[in-house]
């Protein structure tokens, strides 16, 4: 009988060997190893170590990255610059981290190394590229402004000319926001560093001096990536790692830096199914270490600790934040020296401060007129504890640091509770508080006057309504009309009640509103959702054309934005209707923006006062403050169409870059969103308001035209 053939049916093969993703996945994870994380980090150490003595320059750590690439012996001091400031349309001088701190160790070294890394993909993380170069410029212009120009520097082989052109004209309004925050006096700081600061790059692909340079007419910030870097995949790297220590948190089970440091050799000695175990017994070790507390200066006496193991006995006073075993015991004499604040853990707590910081006023007045040494603890020392640190600076601190029993009278606004933070964040530079816990702390500071009322109008305009307009006024005036919906009614009824009675204290004067602000506050105020027409236009024929048809919505950002005011959530919602290069396909449309008024006080060429007012619109994202991302447009001057027309336009300010993208808005606006002298007898009806909006988008892969009506 003859043989049958065999088929693949009858062999048999390993279920692994049919897996290629897992293996693959399996030699990633063996990559990627704890192991060699810790041989990489020592590996880039040295080079770090190299450019250092190269320059002649002390080391400082970009934390919390750097401090591993950087043996605790050698480390000059640490900063804290966020590679989010540097993001492309998020550049930003943070006033949280002002980072002020290092210049002690720049002027007396003449210079730094600051030292970062970044994982595979990048040369350098953008926090070395953008994040400390806008830091340089903006100080340079700040305290060396007889010395200037003082031009932006970014790296080329980073940064492109368009990218750097875009930041650069942001620089004067981060300086000015920096003096408006910073108080202390400049010339102080001029006294630190002596000449302007210049920023340099070192990569491992890049060549050293044999000798230390002399920079006679700058101090040189070295920018230094600690690792090279990684074109493939790190298994053809054998077992090199760049940007090791990157996000350490996922990978080192609780292993610091100084722990690491303090027992490299053993670490690197012990296999790696050994090194868990190993990293627990180390760090079951260190948490019995005593916390130390900090001194929050320019006060003597306001410290702040983690509750592990802390010393109080010199302390008189004692504040905890946290569960019921974070409390103290009263001292032997049973004086009645401490509060405790009950908050949970992470952001639940920091929504319970909100209510529990109530408690404080009555407990600092129950005191002599002077309070002692103050401690404040939470579990970490970085977060609850600042918070309620922060409200004490605010409410019984003056501005030479006396710390008082009692309520001192400044006026408490955003920017004042900026400068009270920028204390915290000079003290000690590893204090960053949470938004959420921030968030809670303006709350109490700066209740919304409006809550109790039914009007939608943001806080900052309801303040503005305030202000009755006078007769022989020749600025553009808002004047409620009567016909006005049900909510503006309600926002005119609080506005005239409010002009009736007296400013709070912690309120700034009342201005009149500008052109934007009125377009701004009718776009808010309406009773009804805005009907929304949309026809797109694209020039490619392989994107598709159409029209939109669906409703938009305006509701409160978050608030105790610490960052902005006046911020809007836009959300729309529609079908889009193809007409090509397919015709009848419908889909689902949703978007969402920020709307912003940005309110600018100051003195004019005459010496007058003068208020500039902005829209600009800002891409929406959740893990952000508030949800507000990056800028998208910025709105320019407002003028009428024609002298007949009671239409206002405008277009951005600037073509927007989004990626290899350019934007191009321009905005109408219909004669209902708006008064003039002219119109404020005019009769109107919701139906009456409308507003267009045009986007114009051009790049390598689109090219198309957005025109948008809003009616309601």
Not at 142 to 166: C, K, M, N, R, W
Not at 470 to 487: I, T
């Amino acid at each position: 009988m003859p043989s049958t053939p065999l088929t693949t049916s009858d062999l048999i093969f390993p279920t692994q060997s049919l897996s290629l993703s897992s293996t693959l996945h399996s030699l990633k994870r063996s990559a990627l190893s704890i192991h060699n994380r810790l041989s990489s980090i020592t590996k880039d150490s040295e080079f770090t170590g190299s450019v250092a003595d190269a320059y002649g320059l002390p080391l400082v750590a970009n934390e919390r990255c750097g401090s591993w690439y950087i043996p605790p012996e050698r480390k000059g001091g640490s900063v804290y610059f966020k590679s989010t400031d540097g993001h492309m349309n998020e550049w930003s001088f943070s006033m949280r981290r002002l980072n002020l701190h290092i210049l002690d160790v720049v002027g007396k070294g003449n210079g730094a190394v600051v030292v970062d890394s970044t994982r595979r993909g990048k040369s350098m993380p953008d926090a070395l590229s953008k994040t400390v170069p806008i830091w340089c410029c903006v100080l340079n212009r700040a305290i060396f402004p007889d010395l200037g120009p003082h031009p932006l520097y970014t790296p080329p082989q980073a940064v492109s000319p368009s990218e750097h052109s875009q930041i650069e004209k942001r620089i004067d309004s981060f300086v000015q926001q920096f003096k408006d925050t910073y108080t202390s006096p400049l010339n102080d700081l001029r006294r630190k560093i002596r000449k302007p600061l210049r920023p340099l790059w070192v990569t491992p692909e890049s060549s050293v001096p044999l000798s230390p340079p002399s920079f006679p007419d700058f101090h040189p910030v070295v920018l230094c990536t600690a690792s090279r870097r990684v074109r493939g995949g790190e298994v053809s790297e054998g077992g090199y790692i760049q940007g090791a220590a990157d996000d350490h948190e996922a990978w080192s089970n609780g292993l610091t830096p100084i722990l690491f440091w303090e027992n490299k050799d053993q670490l690197l000695n012990t296999n790696e199914e050994n090194l868990p175990s190993l990293i627990a017994e180390l760090v079951a070790k260190d948490t019995n270490t005593v916390s130390i507390a900090t001194l929050i200066k320019p006060t003597t006496t306001l410290y702040v600790s983690a509750n592990g193991n802390v010393d109080t006995k010199d302390f008189d006073v004692i504040i905890t934040c946290g569960d019921e075993t974070t409390k103290f015991p009263l001292n032997p004499s049973g004086k009645k020296n401490s509060l405790h604040l009950t908050c949970r853990e992470g952001k639940l707590g920091s929504r319970d401060l909100r209510n529990e910081l109530s408690k404080l006023p009555g407990f600092i007045s129950s005191f002599p007129s002077s309070l002692g040494k103050i401690l404040i603890t939470c579990p970490t020392g970085k977060d609850l504890s600042l918070g309620v640190a922060l409200a004490i600076l605010c409410l019984s601190t003056t501005d030479d640091g006396t710390v008082r029993n009692g309520p001192t009278g400044a006026k408490i606004s955003k920017s004042f509770i900026r400068q009270r933070l920028t204390w915290l964040t000079t003290s000690n530079p590893s204090f960053n508080p949470s938004r959420e816990t921030l968030k809670s702390v303006n709350s109490f500071l700066m209740p919304d006057p409006s809550s109790n009322a039914s009007s939608s109008i943001p806080p900052s305009l309801s303040i503005v309504l305030q202000q009755p307009p006078s007769s022989d006024s020749k600025e553009v005036q808002h004047h409620p009309s009567s016909s006005s919906s049900s909510s503006s009614a309600a926002a005119a009824a609080a506005a005239a009640a409010a002009a009736s009675s007296p400013l709070p204290a912690n309120l700034e004067p009342p201005k009149k509103l500008s052109l934007p602000a009125q377009i701004f506050t009718s776009l808010l105020t309406s009773s009804k959702p805005w009907k929304l027409t949309r026809t797109l236009k694209s020039a490619l024929p392989t994107h598709p054309s159409g029209t939109v048809t669906g409703t938009a919505k305006f509701t409160p950002c978050a608030p105790g934005s610490a960052e902005y005011e006046s911020a809007y959530l836009y959300e729309e919602e529609g079908e889009f209707v193809t007409e090509s290069p397919v015709a009848g396909l419908k889909f689902q449309a949703r978007r969402k923006y920020v709307y912003r008024l940005k309110s600018t006080n100051g003195k004019g060429g005459d010496g007058k006062d003068k208020y500039e007012d902005e829209i600009s619109v800002f891409f929406h994202e959740d893990e952000k403050e508030g949800g507000i991302g990056g800028l998208f447009v910025e709105m320019g001057p407002l003028s009428f169409e024609s002298t007949w027309s009671g239409t206002l336009s405008a277009k951005n300010k600037e073509r927007h870059l989004c990626g290899e993208d350019l934007y191009a808005a321009s905005w109408r606006f219909g004669p209902a969103l708006f008064e003039t002298k002219e119109s404020r007898n005019r009769e109107e009806v919701e139906g009456d308001k409308w507003w267009e909006v045009q986007y114009d988008v051009k790049g390598p892969k689109k090219d198309y035209v957005s025109w948008t009506r809003y009616e309601m």
